[in-house]
């Protein structure tokens, strides 16, 4: 690999040569043996896939993000997205391309599939604990940020490195009350960081965070929780700064998912700036978002900035696609994706448009709802006015990517027919009700 890379394009570029089989549920029996490459060079479309099946759309990923790219561009942010989300290095090339410092993971075991694709800069957004993990992380030659939340974190990892010579860059992460991981105050983080300077295989590069645990919302409450707990990261950050507790020139605050990013930047930029002649080190700020990029129809489509916002918001870049196999009493349609197939822990999908076959016309959907979710079904309650017939299908809007990409081992990326694509994005995904068929421009590989 390139050390210059930011992932190895060699690498990514090697997913065209997998083959395509029966492990794929997105991909039909007709094509069952022949390779990525061979499958987007036969330019299949929509009307040969079959249901269940989970799509994204070309445009769509291309917009997001490009849009992100250039709003972290305009507010001198970097941006290390959240890679979890789709566990996809295509995708993640895609967002490295766009510059993006790195990529954030919050596990091992994603740490790993980084490493087999060659991704130079990681944050992973979490304790090391498990002693192999540590080992690992110490030996790679990637740079990896991790995060501390207590003096017992920072006394394990010391133990597991002891007799050796390696030192880790770890961050101090502040949480908040009925929040996930961090230390509850700024106290306790002052504590780990003292015990990071007193440690002889760790050195302090940041403060880290995470406001999205503390809200769900984007009311008064919610609003006011999340700036609440920024402004309580930002009088860390200061007083760090304060005890000379950085143990580098270069230091990093991090917070900032898909939900209040806005708001991570209003509050915490004001710590942005250079050290020179001041005796402190530089500082900048970096945001995490990694639901952006395939957007929904539900949660981030409500909470999202530029929804609030109304300028220029993100689109949704993923639909599921059902057919009707029974539809036993007048009002009721049971659909074949289910649990297994498509997300649902933020919200059920969401019925869009129906129509009689897939690749075909499809009209708008009026007043169906889904009602309850089995694991390989859904329950679609529809009113006297719309038909609807076994073999039907219906298009869902989505909620959440998070839990919608590792039902998925193999995802369409589908564009108009007659444009180009790839898993750079290009072309355009047809209108809502449109009858033109829709092209597969590339395959989305997931490693979950």
Known sequence: MNTSEAISAAAVAGLADLRLDWRHKAVPASANGTSHAEFLAAKHTLAELQTPLLTLDARALKANANRLAAWCDDHEVLLAPHGKTTMSPQLWAEQLKRGAWGITLANYAQLRVAEEFGVRNLLLANSLTDPQAIRWVAAADATILSWVDSVA???????????????????????????????????????????VRDSQHLRLVGVSGYEGALAHTADDAGLAAVRGYLATMRLLHEELLASGLYGSDSVIITAGGSAYFDDVVSVLSPCVGTGSGTGHPTVDLMIRSGAYIVHDDGFYRGISPFSREGDQPFRAGMHGWARVVSQPEPGLAILDAGKRDLPFDEGFPEPQLIGPALGGAMEQLEGARITAINDQHCFMAYPANVTVTPGDVVRLGLSHPCTAFDKWTVIPVLADNGSTGGSSGTGSSADAGSPADLTVVDLIHTFF
């Open 153 to 195: 974190t920072v006394a394990l990892i010391e133990g597991t490195l002891a007799g050796t010579d390696a030192v880790l860059d770890v961050m101090v992460e502040l949480g908040g009350h009925g929040g996930r991981t961090g230390a509850r105050s700024v106290e306790a983080a002052m504590d780990v960081a003292r015990a």
